[in-house]
């Protein structure tokens, strides 16, 4: 039971939730995109979101910022969530178009706001869960894409919640996060989403 807890930290990893909002995206829009807009888009998404925050994280530990990848040192959190926030700036600035992709665009902007709120929760010496964060933010988008095309996706919905419950559980068994951070990284997540619905919905 230890292990399928545990495994909720993996899957929901705050890394891989800005590609599983494309990913969701793409899936349930009504609308054609070819393949090669399509791909183009989820290639530069994966790099801007995964790769090179990776690879960013390792330069850092090689210059003693930080020590390991679960940052569990608030302090450490400052230069990974700085670059976090200027890799979702340039995506929105090269990758999606508030004209072209209205919902991804503005889910990222959403993202933005995420990443800038728990920076300045570390300056004030507060570690919000960024795992939290991260599924709060998808859950909140996939509830807009389901008002935004009409589409029933209580199901799809339904296993995300089941996803918070488990991550939550999951931080609280590694003690990784107290419950206030978790329920202030919840809320970090969710309202910049909520913030710019009025501009997509």
Do not use: C
Not at 5 to 12: A, E, G, L, N
Not at 33 to 55: E, G, Q, W
Not at 75 to 94: C, G, H, S
Not at 140 to 151: E, M, N, R, W, Y
């Amino acid at each position: 039971m230890k292990h399928l807890i545990k495994s909720f930290s993996y899957i929901f990893h705050p890394l891989f939730m800005p590609i599983a909002g494309v990913v969701l995206y793409f899936w349930i829009s009504p609308r054609f995109f070819n393949d090669r807009f399509l791909y183009s888009k989820l290639f530069a998404t994966t790099i801007m979101t995964v790769i090179i925050p990776i690879l960013s994280f390792y330069m850092l530990k090689n210059l003693g910022q930080v020590t390991e990848i679960h940052l569990k040192n608030v302090k450490e959190r400052r230069y990974p969530l700085l670059m976090q926030a200027m890799f979702t700036f340039i995506l929105l600035q090269i990758v999606f178009d508030g004209y072209e992709i209205p919902p991804l665009y503005y889910f990222f902007v959403g993202i933005l706001g995420s990443s800038i709120g728990a920076l300045l929760l570390v300056f004030l010496n507060f570690k919000a869960s960024l795992h939290m964060i991260g599924i709060a933010g998808l859950v909140t988008f996939v509830f807009g894409l389901s008002l935004h095309f009409s589409q029933n996706l209580l199901l799809l919905l339904g296993i995300l919640i089941i996803g918070i419950g488990g991550t939550a559980s999951s931080r609280l068994e590694a003690k990784a996060h107290s419950l206030p951070e978790l329920v202030i990284g919840f809320a970090v997540g969710l309202m910049p989403q909520l913030f710019v619905f009025k501009y997509w919905l």
